[in-house]
Every structure is written in C-alpha cells, then in structure tokens.
C-alpha cells in the first residue's frame, strides 16, 4: 500500500507564512505528477499546485507569487509553501500523487489526510 502523510498547517494571522509537507511512503517503484488541492467549507476541492517528476511546476492564479511548490524526489516528499497568506486561503489542504507500485503497470492516484489551514486575525 502506499501512504501520504501532511504535516505544516495551523492558524497564521494574514500576511503570514506556512510550509505545508507531504510524504509518500509503502510499495512505491515511482512517482510522477505531485499536487496540493484544497476545500473550504461548502466549496469544491480545488487543484492549488502540481509539479512534475522533473519540477515543472503549476499554480492556480489566485496563488501565483505567493505559493510556492517543490518536491524532494530522493525522499519522495512535496512541499508548499505559502506566503503573503489570505483569509480566502482557508481551507483543508490535501496532497495527492500518482503512484507506481512495484509489479504494477498503471500509475494509481493517491491522497492524504488533509491538513488545516486557516488563515485569520
């Protein structure tokens, strides 16, 4: 099986900062696309950031120049980090992966848990 765990969310007053990490552990041979979505109360989960096996990132605009995607592939861990925070950023972030598992031959999408973010003064 394959496990993704989050950890960096808390409360941050606005125009605060917060580092949000996620780490993929169990079954896996490799790992190609990584993302952070999100989903406030009463709304959608809504794709925040995705970056490639290679690094290539990709934002939605309410976060560009703020936010900030990486990925760490030796650990198999991907990081947001998130500036210049909104009160419209609150909301349960949520890591996903997609996942080969050894003797596999499709990649699997995979989530996490969630971690809270909520951004107030």
């Known amino acids: 099986q394959v496990q993704l765990v989050e950890s960096g969310g808390g409360l941050v007053q606005p125009g605060g900062s917060l580092r949000l990490s996620c780490a993929a552990s169990?079954?896996?041979?490799?790992?190609?696309?990584m993302g952070w979505y999100r989903q406030a109360p009463g709304k959608q989960r809504e794709l925040v950031a995705a970056?490639?096996?290679?690094?290539?990132?990709n934002y939605a605009d309410s976060v560009k120049g703020r936010f900030t995607i990486s990925r760490d592939n030796g650990k198999n861990t991907v990081y947001l980090q998130m500036n210049k925070l909104k009160p419209e950023d609150t909301a349960v972030y949520y890591c996903?992966?997609?996942?080969?598992?050894?003797?596999?031959?499709?990649?699997?999408?995979?989530w996490g848990q969630g971690t809270q973010v909520t951004v107030s003064s």
């Open positions: 169990g079954s896996i041979f490799r790992i190609n696309a």
């Open positions: 970056i490639t096996s290679g690094g290539s990132p």
């Open positions: 996903n992966a997609d996942v080969l598992r050894y003797y596999r031959t499709s990649y699997e999408g995979y």
